[in-house]
């Protein structure tokens, strides 16, 4: 399957030093599974069946695309359980926000200034007051991220934290896209995008359970995302590499002395785990209806 426009060869030459940091994150992990895996990312754009790109944006080349497969290949070394959801659900496109939007979104869905305005949201996270008539979202995790990472103004300490909303292609075209003007890989949606279209909601490790209790009702997951803001690499508009050795070192430390749970079920098995799980825990729901008396009709409803 063709995940991206750009071979490997167009990637080398628009990124210094691109296959030497392929190498790098590669060798950062023990798991031989997620090896393979950041391999399919870095060399050919996606993962069974799971294009990192959208193919939506308002700009594409071989720079941005190499920058695109090592924020997503950053993201299954650090959150490899985020990075099986997102692949799985098939999510590609992002907004960073400060949780101080959550109140707004979580009502209305995702706006843009304009229609924030006409609904009588007061916005106090965003782009320096630009009043503009589209959302934006990106394709590159790591843009997302560094916007997640803006302040708001006047916040609720509370809600001062980063937030990644995360959708699907397919969600964004329903929503209406509209092409925009922009340095940045950008797609535009029409006004907004409503709450059913978001599909997660990405948050540090600590505010995971808070924002869980926020979405209850909603069909939103509520995924771990941490380190978006000391990623140890960094690429320049010009495609030169630049590594802070310290971040690595750390990073490697860190990485190579704990034993993660993850590496008990290899990444390809996880999907199948979570179907057993899930049938487990319907055959239970069933027992204790049972067990309680009640009629066929009832365990029906719980098929």
Do not use: W
């Given at each position: 399957?063709?995940?991206?426009?750009?071979?490997?060869?167009?990637?080398?030459?628009?990124?210094?030093?691109?296959?030497?940091?392929?190498?790098?994150?590669?060798?950062?992990?023990?798991?031989?599974?997620?090896?393979?895996?950041?391999?399919?990312?870095?060399?050919?754009?996606?993962?069974?069946?799971?294009?990192?790109?959208?193919?939506?944006?308002?700009?594409?080349?071989?720079?941005?695309?190499?920058?695109?497969?090592?924020?997503?290949?950053?993201?299954?070394?650090?959150?490899?359980?985020?990075?099986?959801?997102?692949?799985?659900?098939?999510?590609?496109?992002?907004?960073?926000?400060?949780?101080?939007?959550?109140?707004?979104?979580?009502?209305?869905?995702?706006?843009?200034a304009?229609?924030?305005?006409?609904?009588?949201?007061?916005?106090?996270?965003?782009?320096?007051?630009?009043?503009?008539?589209?959302?934006?979202?990106?394709?590159?995790?790591?843009?997302?991220?560094?916007?997640?990472?803006?302040?708001?103004?006047?916040?609720?300490?509370?809600?001062?934290?980063?937030?990644?909303?995360?959708?699907?292609?397919?969600?964004?075209?329903?929503?209406?896209?509209?092409?925009?003007?922009?340095?940045?890989?950008?797609?535009?949606?029409?006004?907004?995008?409503?709450?059913?279209?978001?599909?997660?909601?990405?948050v540090?490790?600590?505010?995971?359970?808070?924002?869980?209790k926020?979405?209850n009702?909603?069909?939103?997951?509520?995924?771990?995302?941490?380190?978006?803001?000391?990623?140890?690499?960094?690429?320049?508009?010009?495609?030169?590499?630049?590594?802070?050795?310290?971040?690595?070192?750390?990073?490697?430390?860190?990485?190579?002395?704990?034993?993660?749970?993850?590496?008990?079920?290899?990444?390809?098995?996880?999907?199948?785990?979570?179907?057993?799980?899930?049938?487990?825990?319907?055959?239970?729901?069933?027992?204790?209806?049972?067990?309680?008396g009640?009629?066929?009709?009832?365990i029906?409803?719980?098929?």
């Amino acid at each position: 399957m063709e995940y991206s426009y750009y071979r490997l060869e167009d990637i080398n030459e628009s990124i210094a030093s691109y296959q030497e940091i392929c190498d790098l994150f590669i060798n950062l992990t023990n798991n031989n599974n997620i090896k393979n895996i950041m391999s399919e990312i870095l060399y050919n754009g996606g993962y069974n069946g799971f294009s990192i790109s959208s193919k939506l944006s308002n700009r594409d080349n071989p720079l941005i695309e190499g920058q695109r497969r090592l924020a997503i290949a950053y993201l299954l070394l650090t959150n490899p359980d985020t990075f099986v959801n997102l692949m799985e659900n098939k999510i590609n496109l992002f907004h960073g926000t400060n949780a101080n939007a959550l109140p707004s979104i979580l009502k209305y869905g995702l706006n843009s200034a304009e229609a924030s305005e006409k609904l009588g949201i007061k916005v106090t996270t965003g782009e320096g007051g630009k009043v503009r008539n589209f959302v934006s979202l990106t394709d590159c995790l790591n843009i997302a991220a560094d916007y997640s990472s803006f302040e708001a103004q006047n916040p609720n300490e509370e809600l001062s934290f980063k937030v990644i909303v995360g959708t699907t292609s397919d969600d964004a075209l329903s929503a209406g896209i509209k092409r925009v003007s922009s340095d940045i890989p950008e797609v535009g949606i029409r006004n907004s995008l409503p709450l059913e279209n978001i599909k997660v909601l990405c948050v540090p490790s600590s505010k995971v359970s808070f924002v869980e209790k926020l979405t209850n009702g909603t069909d939103i997951k509520v995924l771990p995302m941490d380190e978006t803001d000391k990623r140890f690499y960094y690429i320049d508009e010009v495609g030169y590499v630049s590594i802070d050795e310290e971040l690595l070192e750390k990073f490697r430390n860190k990485e190579m002395s704990k034993d993660k749970t993850f590496t008990k079920e290899e990444i390809k098995d996880l999907s199948k785990t979570r179907l057993i799980s899930k049938i487990k825990n319907k055959l239970e729901e069933i027992k204790q209806i049972m067990e309680r008396g009640h009629s066929k009709n009832d365990i029906y409803k719980h098929r």
